[in-house]
């Protein structure tokens, strides 16, 4: 599966932007998708995931309440709404997919995910 990351950008703190993530040639509602990020000299680190049928959202604790996952069913794609940004949220942003039965848990760890895209930057100015 091939996972194309986009809608990075250079905003000022406190903006919002939208990340997107398309899985070319594959239906995106059959995937466990997430969301990844990893700043300069820092770990990877997980922001978000959502189950197949969208229903099951999970957040990194640094997001909660400013980042919102979700499905597009209509551009096969997985979004991430970021909002008011903060410095320490500029990162290179990945999205990751997995295949999963309906009922699976949302995964929270890299170990969790077997495709990744290529990430999308994401800086904030303060």
């Known amino acids: 599966v091939q996972l194309q990351a986009y809608g990075g950008g250079l905003v000022q703190a406190g903006e919002s932007l939208r990340l997107s993530c398309a899985a070319a040639?594959?239906?995106?509602?059959?995937?466990?998708m997430g969301w990844f990020r990893q700043a300069p000299g820092k770990e990877r680190e997980f922001v978000a995931g959502?189950?197949?049928?969208?229903?099951?959202?999970e957040y990194g604790d640094s997001v909660k309440g400013r980042f919102t996952i979700s499905r597009n069913k209509a551009n096969n794609a997985v979004s991430l709404l970021v909002d008011s940004l903060e410095f320490e949220d500029t990162a290179v942003y990945y999205c990751?997919?997995?295949?999963?039965?309906?009922?699976?848990?949302?995964?929270?760890?890299?170990?969790?995910?077997?495709?990744w895209g290529q990430g999308t930057l994401v800086t904030v100015s303060s």
């Open positions: 959502i189950s197949r049928s969208g229903s099951w959202t």
């Open positions: 990751a997919a997995k295949y999963g039965i309906l009922t699976a848990p949302v995964g929270i760890t890299a170990d969790d995910y077997s495709f």
């Open positions: 040639g594959h239906d995106v509602s059959r995937l466990f």
